[in-house]
C-alpha cells in the first residue's frame, strides 16, 4: 500500500509553546488529508480535513484557532498545536487519500505537554 | 449522523481459540464503507479490510474472516486459531467516501493468553 510518513512519532513540550506535527504522503498525492485524536484507551475522533489548497474543515467542538491545519501541498499537510497544555497531551495520527484512492494512515504522534 | 458500536470491551481467550468481534453500525447513506485496523501498542493502525456496502461476500484471508450483514448493519470479524501476535485493539469504521473521514467504533481490546 502506499506510504504516509507522520512526524515525530513522539514530542514533549512545556505547556504554553506551539508543536507542530507533519504528515506526508511519499508516493502519492494526496488530495485530502484527515487528522484524528486518541486519548488514551479511547478511539480516535476526527478532527478535520482538509483539502489540498483549501481551507481546512473542522469536526464540531474542535477550536480551528487552537489546532491550526495546513495543506499547502499535494504532498504534505502540517498541524500545529497552538498554545498547548496538559489536556492537549494525546495521540494524534493522520491519513491521506489521493484520487480514487482510499485512505492510508502515518504512523502518529505521541504528544505529550508538561 | 454515522455510528460505530463495538459492544465488546475486551476479549481474552486462549491461544488456539476462535474469537469474533461484533461490529454494529449505523447510517443515512446508500453507499459507504467498512473497515477493520488493528492497533498494537505501538499505536499505528494496521488495516486489514475494507467492504462497500454493495458487495455483501463474506472474505477470507488466511486465519481472518469478516461476515458483512447488510440485514442487521453488522460486519463481525473472526479470528481463527487464535495467536498471541493478535492480541491488540481492533477497530472497526465507516466511511461515507468521497471526502468523507472515518467513524470509529470504540475498539476492542483482544488479549490472547498463552
Known amino acids: 500500500g502506499a506510504v504516509v510518513s507522520q ?15 507533519e504528515c506526508r504522503s511519499l508516493d502519492f498525492q494526496a488530495t485530502t488529508m484527515f487528522w484524528y485524536r486518541q486519548f488514551p484507551k479511547q478511539s480516535l475522533m476526527l478532527m478535520a480535513t482538509s483539502n489540498e489548497g483549501s481551507k481546512a474543515t473542522y469536526e464540531q467542538g474542535v477550536e480551528k484557532d487552537k489546532f491550526l491545519i495546513n495543506h499547502a501541498s499535494l504532498t504534505l499537510s502540517t498541524l500545529t498545536v497552538t498554545s498547548a497544555h496538559p489536556e492537549d497531551s494525546s495521540f494524534y495520527i493522520c491519513s491521506a487519500r489521493g484520487r480514487g484512492t482510499e485512505a492510508f494512515f502515518g504512523q502518529g504522534t505521541r504528544l505529550t505537554v508538561v | 449522523a454515522q455510528k460505530v ?12 481459540e476462535d474469537v469474533t468481534l461484533d461490529c454494529v453500525y449505523e447510517t443515512r447513506d446508500t453507499t459507504y464503507y467498512l473497515f477493520w485496523y488493528k492497533q498494537p501498542p505501538s ?3 494496521v488495516f486489514l479490510i475494507r ?6 461476500q463474506n472474505e477470507i484471508s488466511g486465519r481472518y474472516s469478516w461476515n458483512f450483514q447488510k440485514s442487521t448493519s453488522s460486519f463481525n470479524f473472526t479470528i481463527t486459531a487464535s495467536q498471541v501476535v493478535d492480541s491488540a485493539v481492533y477497530f ?5 467516501g468521497g471526502a468523507d473521514g472515518l ?11 498463552p
Not at chain 1, 512526524?7 to 506535527?21: A, D, E, F, L, N
Not at chain 2, 472497526?92 to 461515507?96: F, V
Open chain 2, 92 to 96: 472497526c469504521a465507516l466511511s461515507g
Open chain 2, 103 to 113: 467513524t470509529f467504533g470504540k475498539g476492542t481490546h483482544l488479549i490472547i493468553q
Open chain 1, 7 to 21: 512526524h515525530p512519532s513522539r514530542v514533549i513540550c512545556k505547556s504554553g509553546t506551539s508543536v507542530k506535527i
Open chain 2, 5 to 16: 458500536t463495538q459492544a465488546q470491551t475486551e476479549i481474552s481467550v486462549v491461544e488456539k
Open chain 2, 51 to 56: 467492504r462497500n456496502s454493495f458487495d455483501e
Open chain 2, 43 to 45: 499505536g499505528e493502525l
